[in-house]
Every structure is written in structure tokens, then in C-alpha cells.
């Protein structure tokens, strides 16, 4: 996904410096095996992360009727992937999809239509020529492109981009001790946490803890952690491997074929 979004991006700058009406752009993201290499786990991810298109404030293109991730997924052949292509028409447009290429008109504007219905819609408030909108916004990268998209220098869009993102990570069964240190650390970084209350008055030797914290200070956490006593070193290893795995879909996807 990482590869279609810098894709769209320059395609998108490019158009801007040739002069073409950026406003008239509709995006695909080229779902489908253009090539021999292309396995069904591109689609897949670009499925999962469909709505990091929407940061180009452009309309989205889904062109997946009967493609072939879901006859590989479904083992089904082209004249039998309605029933899948339905299934991932909905999804597309739950996650922003805005067209929707198919070969099944009627049931497909059925899904469509459930989809719409029961997706949230964007917190926008207006008044005159002012408008405050919700950025929805789940990939770091994605905040970049937002700030150069608003005249933010990249350097400055860099220096940002680890800031941008809140997380939430659930530590578990972990002493009270540590869950106390690791309350006072990220606390010392800008982040919060918390833990049972038994746990504050040391009431309980075991507690289950929330880490609140930009990716920033999370990874300065686990920096900090490395270097203390008790387990805080393996926790700050485990905290660190799911906060990169979080967005690394290969591993998330690595069982589909077994």
C-alpha cells in the first residue's frame, strides 16, 4: 500500500506541474493482476489499508469485480465470484470508495447502498468560507503528505510525522512495580497511562496497564525501558515488535497461503 499511495502521489504532482486540473482526478489504486508477479496479498493489503486514499481528497475508483485475489482467495472461477466481488464492493465502499466498476450492476448497487448506509460520515462543521473537518488519518506517512499538501516543508513534515498518531498499546499481567514505572515514564514524555486502582496502592502484585502515547513517545519509552531492571527490557522488546508489526501487513497476511 505504501507503493500505490507514493504512486498516487506523484501522479498527482506530476498532473500539477503540467497543468492539468488536479480537481478532476478520480484515483484507482489498480486492483488486479497486471502482472505475473502480482500475488493476491497486494490486493488484500491495499483492501485492508483502503482508506489512506482518502488523504488525497480526491474520488476513489474500485475496479474488483470477480478479480483475481478473489477467485484465488475463494478458489472459484471468474463466472463464480459474484457472491465474493459483493463482499469486497462492500468493504471498499464502507472504507471511502466513492466508484465502483462491476459486471453485476443490480446486486452490486444493493451492496453498495447497505455500505453507504451504514458508514459513518466525517465530522465537517461550516460556516461562510470556514470549515473544520476531521482528518482521519492512520498511517504516519499519510500525515506527511497532508502537511506538504499545505505548504508544510518536508523537513518540517519529517520532524512531525511521529507526532501525529495517537496509540493504544494493553500491556498485560505485568507487576505492579513495573506497571508503576512505566506509568511514570511515559508520563515524563508527554504520554499517559493507566492501570487498575488496587495497583496504585500496590494492593495487587499483577495488573494489566494502557499505554497512551504518540509513536514518538512510545519509541522513546521503549528506549527507556531497554535500560531498566525486572522484565522492562523483554516488555519494552515486546511493546516495541507490535508497534512495527502494526503496520507491516506481510506479517499480518503471512498465513494465507498455508
Do not use: W
Given at each position: 500500500m505504501d507503493a500505490v499511495m507514493d504512486s498516487l502521489e506523484a501522479i498527482i504532482e506530476l498532473c500539477e506541474g503540467k497543468g492539468i486540473d488536479t480537481d478532476r482526478l478520480i484515483l484507482d489504486p489498480a486492483i488486479g493482476k497486471w502482472i505475473p508477479e502480482k500475488d493476491p496479498i497486494y490486493d488484500l493489503e491495499t483492501f485492508d489499508r483502503f482508506e489512506r486514499l482518502q488523504i488525497f481528497g480526491k474520488p476513489v475508483l474500485a475496479a474488483l469485480s470477480r478479480k483475481s485475489f478473489i477467485g484465488e482467495v475463494l478458489n472459484k472461477s471468474a463466472d463464480e465470484?459474484?457472491?465474493?466481488?459483493?463482499?469486497?464492493?462492500?468493504?471498499?465502499?464502507?472504507?471511502?470508495?466513492?466508484?465502483?466498476?462491476?459486471?453485476?450492476?443490480?446486486?452490486?448497487?444493493?451492496?453498495?447502498?447497505?455500505?453507504?448506509?451504514?458508514?459513518?460520515?466525517?465530522?465537517?462543521?461550516?460556516?461562510?468560507?470556514?470549515?473544520?473537518?476531521?482528518?482521519?488519518?492512520?498511517?504516519?506517512?499519510?500525515?506527511?503528505?497532508?502537511?506538504?499538501?499545505?505548504?508544510?516543508?518536508?523537513?518540517?513534515?519529517?520532524?512531525?510525522?511521529?507526532?501525529?498518531?495517537?496509540?493504544?498499546?494493553?500491556?498485560?499481567?505485568?507487576?505492579?512495580?513495573?506497571?508503576l514505572i512505566i506509568k511514570q515514564e511515559i508520563l515524563a514524555r508527554g504520554g499517559d497511562a493507566?492501570?487498575?486502582?488496587?495497583?496504585?496502592?500496590?494492593?495487587?502484585?499483577?495488573?494489566?496497564?494502557?499505554?497512551m502515547g504518540t509513536l514518538l513517545q512510545l519509541k522513546k519509552l521503549v528506549a527507556k525501558l531497554q535500560c531498566q531492571a525486572r522484565g522492562l527490557p523483554q516488555m519494552a522488546t515486546m511493546m516495541d515488535t507490535v508497534l512495527d508489526e502494526y503496520y507491516d501487513v506481510k506479517y499480518r497476511y503471512s498465513s494465507w497461503k498455508s
Open positions: 465470484r459474484l457472491y465474493g466481488s459483493l463482499a469486497a464492493t462492500a468493504i471498499a465502499v464502507h472504507k471511502g470508495a466513492h466508484i465502483i466498476r462491476t459486471h453485476d450492476v443490480a446486486a452490486t448497487t444493493d451492496a453498495v447502498q447497505i455500505a453507504e448506509a451504514i458508514r459513518g460520515r466525517i465530522p465537517c462543521q461550516e460556516s461562510d468560507e470556514r470549515q473544520v473537518r476531521m482528518l482521519e488519518i492512520t498511517d504516519p506517512d499519510d500525515s506527511v503528505r497532508v502537511m506538504k499538501s499545505l505548504g508544510v516543508t518536508s523537513t518540517g513534515a519529517q520532524v512531525m510525522k511521529n507526532k501525529s498518531l495517537l496509540f493504544n498499546l494493553l500491556v498485560c499481567n505485568i507487576t505492579t512495580t513495573e506497571a493507566c492501570l487498575e486502582r488496587n495497583a496504585i496502592s500496590h494492593e495487587t502484585e499483577n495488573t494489566d496497564l494502557i499505554v
